[in-house]
C-alpha cells in the first residue's frame, strides 16, 4: 500500500460558502491524514503493508481497522462532493435509482434525518443492496466495503464534518450537504462500474 492520501477532487475553498475552507483544511489535512499517519505506523513494515487499502479494511480490527476504514471512507467522502452540486439528481440510472426511493424530495429527507439519527459519529450512505438502492448509517468507522453492499455515496456525520461551519446543527449541514454539494456524477460511476 501506498501511505498517502488521495489529493482532494477540488480546491479547498471550492466548496465554499457551502462548506469552508477551513473546515476541508482540519477535516483533510488533520483528520483524514492523521488516520493514514496512524495506519502507516502500525503497518509499515509488516505484511499487512503489501495489502491494498481495501485488502486491510476487509481484513483487520481495532485500531488498524478504525484507521484504515476511515482513510477509505474520508476519500469517499470527498468524491461524494463537488463545487456546485446537490439538488435533485439527472435522468438517467441515478435518477431512476432515486425515484426508487421515492423521489428525490423523500430521500433528501430520509438522508436528513438518517444522518440526524446517527448517534455521535458515523456515516450515511447510500448503496447499492441486492440491486437496490439504499440508505443506512454506520456507526465510527463501520464501512460497507465489508458488507455486500455496494456504496454509492456518503455523508460524514462526525462532528468535525461540521463544527467549524455549522457549530452543533448537524442538520444545517446535513441541509446544506443535500442541496449544494452531493456528487450524483460519482453515484453514476459508482452505479456503473457495479453492473
Ligand atoms: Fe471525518
Known sequence: MDFTVPALPYAKDALSPAMGAETLEYHYEKHHKGYMAKL???????????????????????????????????????????????????????????????????????????????????WVWLVLSGGKGKIITTPNAETPLTTDDVPLLTTDVWEHAYYLDHRNNRNAFLEVVCDKLLNWDFVAKNLAAAK
Open 40 to 122: 502507516k505506523a502500525a503497518l509499515e513494515g509488516k505484511p499487512e503493508a503489501s495489502k491494498t487499502l481495501e485488502e486491510v479494511v476487509r481484513t483487520s480490527s481495532g485500531g488498524v481497522f478504525n484507521n484504515a476504514a476511515q482513510v477509505w471512507n474520508h476519500t469517499f467522502w470527498w468524491n461524494s462532493l463537488k463545487p456546485g452540486g446537490g439538488g435533485a439528481p439527472p435522468a438517467g440510472d441515478v435518477g431512476d435509482l432515486i425515484q426508487g426511493l421515492g423521489g428525490w424530495e423523500k430521500f433528501r429527507a430520509d438522508w436528513i434525518e438518517a444522518g440526524n439519527n446517527r448517534f455521535a459519529s458515523g
